[in-house]
């Protein structure tokens, strides 16, 4: 019972940090409607900027999370509103997959040529302590992995309720064309939420970092398990990132325990098939899907 108990634990701090890394992947499939193949070159890059100020200036890396988040904002709303811009309105949304995929491989070059392709890893001050709950240890960077993940969806689900760019910006999802009517710029939203996106990522990336060693080359295993969280969980929400994100964490614990560490990927898939044969629009459904 003990192990079983200790598995599950692990699988939840793990599926706190998945959801976190898949959210913003979630609001740009909900909202802008593109599947951006470089959301997880967002998470390492956050994950690589945690490293430099915690290596170089000795900030710790959920300390780092507001200025690196503030850095790939920037870059994000750059992105999207100059190479993702002009490949949607210049040939399609599908161009979208092309474009993002080259330059994931791009940007993944680039932080292998500037970080080299060894395995890295941030150890903070508290990264070799541990908390007993009974027979159950927790190590602290992954408690506070966990707290710092569930705090950075919290806000992100307040903000889309309660204030006027969450509104404007489930309104541009829904319906692109009435919300232009009604005077949002449509463009700007969608720099801001592809910002947005890249900040959270950047976040993820720096909560990561103190949990999993990374490298340029884990982008594309990033990139896969967002995709899977936004399938398994639903389009566009916080929650659905949330509920899809923890169900992939006890996946992998599980699977890695009682079946194999290598197999985990296969389980993933599996699951992930399974249930785009028997509900296709996730646990929760695609929040902006109704009326799109």
């Known amino acids: 019972m003990d192990l079983f108990l200790q598995t599950a634990l692990n699988g939840l701090v793990l ?16 909202v802008i409607g593109i599947v951006n193949l470089t959301h997880g ?36 709303y750059a992105y999207q509103r100059t190479i993702i811009h002009w490949a949607v309105s210049r040939a399609s949304v599908e161009a979208s997959l092309v474009v993002t995929f080259g330059m994931a491989m791009v940007f993944r070059n680039l932080l292998q040529l500037w970080f080299g392709p060894d395995v890295q890893a941030i150890t903070p001050s508290y990264g070799f302590q541990s908390v007993a709950i009974g027979e159950i240890r927790i ?15 919290l806000a992100l689900a307040l903000m889309l309720a309660r204030t006027h760019f969450g509104r404007a910006m489930r309104a541009v999802a829904q319906q692109p064309l009435a919300a232009s009517l009604c005077g949002l710029d449509v463009r700007r939203i969608f720099g801001l939420t592809f910002g947005m996106s890249a900040a959270l990522a950047g976040a993820s990336g720096a909560i ?27 389009i566009g929400s916080p929650a659905g990132a949330l509920i899809g994100g923890l169900l992939l964490g006890l996946i992998n614990a599980f699977t890695a325990q009682y079946v194999g560490p290598a197999l985990t990927q296969a389980m993933m898939f599996l699951v992930l098939v399974g249930m785009l044969l028997l509900r296709p629009q996730g646990i929760l459904g695609a ?6």
Request: charged share 5%; aromatic share 12%; proline share 3%.
């Open 287 to 292: 929040a902006y899907g109704e009326t799109r």
């Open 41 to 76: 070159v967002f998470v390492v890059a956050g994950a690589y900027l945690a490293l430099v100020l915690h290596d170089s200036f000795g900030i710790d890396p959920l300390i780092g999370v507001l200025p690196i988040g503030a850095v790939l904002f920037a870059v994000g």
């Open 15 to 30: 599926g706190g940090i998945f959801s976190l890394a898949a959210v913003g992947f979630s609001l740009i499939f909900g």
């Open 139 to 153: 190590d602290v960077v992954r408690l506070a992995a966990l707290g710092a993940s569930m705090v950075i969806l």
């Open 208 to 234: 990561i970092g103190i949990v999993q060693p990374f490298s340029a080359a884990t982008e594309v295993a990033w990139t896969l398990n967002a995709f899977v969280v936004v399938v398994l969980g639903g």
